[in-house]
């Protein structure tokens, strides 16, 4: 009977390891009730879950048991406060290209997909820019290029672009 008891539990724990959702289903809905209506909760095998972290590169990829596409501000604080809240590592993604080899660290994490907070807003006057934690390098150069304005830059959109060399 003691040997029935240990594989069942070695068998429980065994799957509540390889579940993406492992100990974590009811607090999903703890969290969706904190988060804006429009914010999107994806599992993985579901489409939104694999277009979030499909990657350039398969060096070094996190492991991600949700990915959350915020669609506020406080979606962001909400997602960060519950990871710390329930010991589970959090990684923000914008366009996947991260090629930065301690990505690889996140195990079993949220992956905060930032895609619908990908704004660039120069002030009227053109003294500041607001950029949004989804923004791409590449939108981001190319509004502030628009608006007589630069910034430095680390991927191949400023030598990869047709723009002229002496702006």
Not at 35 to 64: C, E, H, I, K
Not at 88 to 112: C, E, F, Q, R, S
Not at 150 to 157: A, I, P, R, V
Request: proline share 4%; glycine share 10%.
């Amino acid at each position: 009977m003691e040997v029935i008891v240990a594989v069942v539990g070695w068998v429980v724990h065994m799957i509540s390891r390889s579940s993406p959702t492992a100990g974590i289903s009811f607090d999903i809905q703890n969290l969706t009730d904190k988060l804006s209506s429009s914010a999107q909760v994806y599992l993985p095998g579901s489409n939104g879950f694999n277009n979030a972290t499909a990657r350039w590169s398969s060096l070094d990829t996190p492991n991600f048991r949700m990915v959350i596409a915020p669609n506020v501000e406080n979606d962001v604080a909400e997602i960060v406060k519950f990871a710390n809240g329930m010991n589970i590592p959090y990684l923000a993604v914008t366009g996947g290209h991260g090629a930065i080899t301690t990505v690889k660290n996140v195990h079993d994490g949220i992956g905060i997909w930032m895609k619908n907070l990908d704004s660039v807003e120069i002030a009227p006057d053109g003294s500041t820019a607001t950029i949004g934690g989804g923004a791409l390098t590449k939108v981001v150069v190319d509004t502030l290029w628009a608006a007589g304005k630069q910034t430095g830059e680390s991927d191949c959109s400023m030598t990869c672009s047709s723009r002229p060399a002496n702006r």
